[in-house]
């Protein structure tokens, strides 16, 4: 288990550390309505009240999500309890996942302005990538990833099923 927590709490640092350090300079370098272009990637400063890619929430939504954060970590917790210590794959998603989340519920704890955007919009030609962040980032390719391990384990022969076809033969 030290080495499950370990990895996922490396990453859970590492991810925060860079996710509030962005945010910091966004709000001071984006204030004012500036957008900057490095890389040919829009930066604009927003704050979002709602949920993922700006879905609304009402006003008292506000805690409801804050306390699915907070529930969806406690499960999490609970998922990295129960992965195998050489699924590597499953603990970096929920390091990425996890990560994400607190950064953002930060965010939604600290003041009611919302969760602090900058990457973004993007312009994909057939419409307009909303504006996200480093949280973000790293819940949607931890919650890929996490999928993907969950899909992988599913398609896997059953340990007892495996074991019976080996003695059968088959």
């Known amino acids: 288990m030290l080495k499950k927590l370990t990895t ?3 990453l859970l640092v590492a991810i925060l550390i860079a996710d ?3 945010k ?3 709000l001071e370098a984006l204030a004012h309505g500036y957008t900057i272009e490095p890389f040919g990637v829009p930066l604009t400063l927003a704050f979002n009240k709602g949920i993922a890619f700006g879905i609304g929430i009402p006003d008292m ?3 409801i999500v804050v306390a699915a954060s907070i529930f969806v970590m406690i499960v999490l917790a609970g998922m990295l309890r ?3 210590e050489n699924d590597h794959v499953r603990i970096f998603a929920i390091g990425l996942v996890w990560s994400g989340a607190l950064g953002n519920l930060i965010d939604r704890v600290r003041w009611d302005a919302g969760v602090v955007d ?4 993007i312009d994909l030609g ?3 990538w909303p504006i996200f962040n480093v949280a973000d980032m790293a819940i949607t390719t931890g919650a890929i990833l996490l999928g993907l391990s969950l899909l992988r384990e599913e398609s896997a022969p059953a340990p007892a099923a495996a074991a019976q076809a080996l ?3 088959e």
Do not use: E, K, L, N
Not at 118 to 121: A, E, L, R, T, V
């Open 118 to 121: 900058f990457i973004g919009p």
């Open 24 to 26: 910091r300079w966004a």
């Open 167 to 169: 003695d059968s033969g």
């Open 8 to 10: 996922a709490g490396s």
């Open 82 to 84: 129960d992965a195998r």
């Open 61 to 63: 939504g506000r805690w």
């Open 20 to 22: 509030i350090v962005t």
């Open 126 to 128: 057939f419409m307009h």
